[in-house]
């Protein structure tokens, strides 16, 4: 298996240049804790909290997909340039209705250091 | 060349019925009309206006891909089930930033009726 | 739309430059005329017959997909590198099961000069 | 992280139906043991080996991508159909330029079983 790097509490990290790397490859979701079944759910992700990611032709997110638990619910895909070949955080906000409780997982791929995980983001999710 | 659907503004047609499906399968760019070069720019990409499209196993929007002019910036697939196996709206945002001029074209793939595009969408970027 | 460039038989074509350009940002289906229902049928798609395509960083055939009529079949997607930066053909080979005959259709995207589209290729199909 | 299934054995299990699951689910890569750096190396993958998939809307292989150690070379998408709504194996066939030896694991998704990984599959790639 391709190694699936996990993000890691970066406060813990001394290094500024290990947190910068760990942050910046890190997908991370912003949604909400509690929603509604059968309502939209926004729900974002985004690369890199505090640090931001090269977009060059040899150096890019080049795609980000949302799990819930096992299920591939939606993907993202990117070419270089989307982000004007700047530094700068990939992004992308999937609507989705959901019907019960949500385990939510995206992995990004980096075009350099390969496949990165987001710590799993609960969303309880009721009537 | 496989069929691509133009939208046909809706309130120049008479029966409901192909009104609903012209909107349901269109994609519609919600995006500002300028913006500066080197900022992150939202676009969002919404199925349908007025009327919502299933969400079937056997009939869902499968992708929305975003050009600019021939270029192809970014594309969101789903998997049925992403809107809760309702009518709704597929839809994504994408975060781009632009140098230049845009000019945005979104092109769908609804798993029966086919490919589809929306008008095309200009944003004027100024230094 | 984004434009969709379509093949030109180049023998009628006096430029050979032209000839290169069109002949490598093709996609040429090939796949035997007729086939039993419900058979595995090989379908090949390779970019250029008889000029290659670039396979560098910011030039590339980022993807070839399958259309039967409106219906997408499979699509292949690429990175850069895939055919060792050198020029080449890109190529992938679906296999698929028909139940009636096929009108295939290609259509391929390269990073720098948009989406191309085969001539259809039709497959009788029999019990 | 989603779970990600591996292969096993099937010669070491003795329940039918576990054996069943397991190959099914399981993508085979068929490729020769070297190759000829800057040459064109067909890369086959096979979903299964002696068992067969379904193809149904509800239940089908939606991708198979190919990996050389992290890095993803390429990937094919499939819609339910592809095979008729038969049972049968998805398959493709990338060709790839090789430069140096290439350890190369291919990963499926199932829209009902998740993901699964094929054994590492290593190709000696000289001069």
């Known amino acids: ?19 910068d790397f760990i942050d910046r490859h890190s997908p991370f979701i912003h949604v909400a804790d509690s929603a509604k079944a059968g309502e939209v759910l926004a729900v974002n992700v985004k690369m890199g909290n505090e640090y931001v990611h090269p977009d060059e032709l ?9 799990f819930n638990g096992e299920s591939l619910l939606a993907e993202a895909s990117f070419l270089p340039g989307t982000l004007g070949n700047k530094a700068g955080h990939a992004e992308v906000v999937f609507n989705i209705v959901p019907l019960k409780d949500l385990s939510l997982v995206a992995i990004s791929y980096c075009t350099k250091h390969g496949l990165w ?5 609960v969303v309880k999710v009721s009537e």
């Open 1 to 19: 298996m391709p190694k699936v790097n996990s993000y890691q509490d970066i406060s813990q990290i001394d290094r500024e240049s290990k947190k």
């Open 117 to 121: 995980q987001s710590d799993p983001q």
């Open 58 to 66: 040899d150096h890019y997110i080049q795609s980000i997909k949302l």
